[in-house]
Antibody, heavy 123, light 107 residues
Framework: EVHLLESGGGLVQPGGSLRLSCAASGFTFSSYAMSWVRQAPGKGLEWLSFISGSGISTYYADSVNGRFTISRDNSKNTLYLQMNSLRAEDTAVYFC????????????????WGQGTLVTVSS | EILMTQSPATLSVSPGERATLSCRASQSVGSNLAWYQQKPGQAPRLLVY???TRATGIPARFSGSGSGTDFTLTISRLESEDFAVYYCQQYAASPRTFGQGTKVEIK
């Protein structure tokens, strides 16, 4: 059974940093691209970042480009999101999600999601 | 960036009735369109991909249609567990963008 479990969220001051992790199980992690998606309180879904199965290709939304870095360790079946220069508007639940098509790095739907981890940016 | 617009924002429906949700893209996305269901406190759940293909385990009362810029999600007979927020998402181009959501509430 596919399972994604995020961790690393919490309260951080504006300008601070945080690293989120997403532990994957139940599938061949390196075969699938992964993404991070967030949801601000009471708001909709916002795609943030993508990484190919190999980790070679990465993409970012304009809202986080230059501040956030996505990475993965396929030996540990874990996805990461390093978040720097955090702002109040980054307050959200952060989800990791699996692209549905294996060996495909051009973007697809998300067939599995973690339960999310809450990041609160506040002084 | 492709803008996805969903309508209506809120849909009030009685159990057993039909619900029709719309999603429009600002430019053609072909059939690269997915629908998700989200309940409070939960992660989104994939319902439909490729505009019209139901995801694994999704009941037949959910159906998707459309291509290009106009898409529809139909729930043929609403059951109690279907009251939730529904999002469309295009994956034809990066950034992959979501609609703002349609809340299906009990009438």
């Amino acid at each position: 059974e596919v399972h994604l479990l995020e961790s690393g969220g919490g309260l951080v001051q504006p300008g601070g940093s945080l690293r989120l992790s997403c532990a994957a199980s139940g599938f061949t992690f390196s075969s699938y691209a992964m993404s991070w998606v967030r949801q601000a309180p009471g708001k909709g879904l916002e795609w943030l970042s993508f990484i190919s199965g190999s980790g070679i290709s990465t993409y970012y939304a304009d809202s986080v480009n230059g501040r956030f870095t996505i990475s993965r360790d396929n030996s540990k079946n874990t996805l990461y999101l390093q978040m720097n220069s955090l702002r109040a508007e980054d307050t959200a639940v952060y989800f990791c999600a699996r692209d549905s098509r294996p060996y495909y790095d051009s973007g697809s739907d998300f067939d599995y999601w973690g339960q999310g981890t809450l990041v609160t940016v506040s002084s | 960036e492709i803008l996805m617009t969903q309508s209506p924002a809120t849909l009030s429906v009685s159990p057993g009735e039909r619900a029709t949700l719309s999603c429009r893209a600002s430019q053609s996305v072909g059939s690269n369109l997915a629908w998700y269901q989200q309940k409070p406190g939960q992660a989104p759940r994939l319902l439909v991909y490729g505009a019209s293909t139901r995801a694994t385990g999704i009941p037949a009362r959910f159906s998707g249609s459309g291509s290009g810029t106009d898409f529809t999600l139909t729930i043929s007979r609403l059951e109690s567990e279907d009251f939730a927020v529904y999002y469309c998402q295009q994956y034809a181009a990066s950034p992959r963008t979501f609609g703002q959501g349609t809340k299906v509430e009990i009438k």
